[in-house]
């Protein structure tokens, strides 16, 4: 690879990174809320039907909804952490240029896969934009679009992952010397 090119992938990859750093934090102030939101709902809902006896129907489908949702963020979230699923015994069985090019089919494949989701997600959101839910009265378009914000928000750690594993076959010029 050429400095010019290696110098423009770092470029891009340094510019993703710092993005999705604000965006990692952002993503886990909405997961923390919705944690907490999902919880008070929960007791919410359990006082409700065993001190008082009554209950409002639509608190259990805003949980359900709510941990659609914070599942889809959270797996973004594990992307960024490194902590989605993986097969690290190979890792210690192939050298680390095999390891790399491995690690890329693996995110490509990926890659292509959350690229479906999202068009998939998008046409099913669409679907059911009519259909309204029966507790909240809202339109099932809202819980069906985790899927593909979910995919979408998920797509650029994988290509940041992309590129990182990229950069780390071919050294830096500067490092050589």
């Known amino acids: 690879m050429s400095s010019k090119s290696q110098q423009s992938l770092n470029a891009i990859y340094l510019t993703l990174s710092c993005g999705l750093k604000y965006l990692d934090v952002a993503l886990r102030y909405l997961l923390a809320f919705s944690m907490a939101l999902i919880m008070s709902l929960v007791v919410f809902h359990v006082f409700g039907r065993y001190l008082v006896g009554k209950t409002y129907m639509g608190t259990m489908e805003l949980v359900r909804y ?96 992309i590129l990182r594993n990229l950069l780390s076959l071919f050294p830096d010029p500067a490092e050589r010397n």
């Open 66 to 161: 709510s941990m659609v949702w914070m599942s889809m963020l959270g797996a973004a979230v594990a992307f960024s952490a490194r902590e989605h699923v993986s097969i690290t015994f190979l890792k210690t069985r192939m050298t680390s240029v095999s390891w790399v090019w491995l690690n890329f089919a693996g995110n490509a494949m990926l890659c292509l896969f959350l690229i479906v989701m999202v068009i998939g997600g998008v046409a099913i959101s669409v679907r059911n934009l009519n259909q309204t839910s029966l507790g909240m009265q809202i339109s099932m378009f809202y819980p069906y679009l985790a899927i593909p914000v979910g995919g979408a928000i998920m797509i650029p750690y994988v290509l940041s992952d």
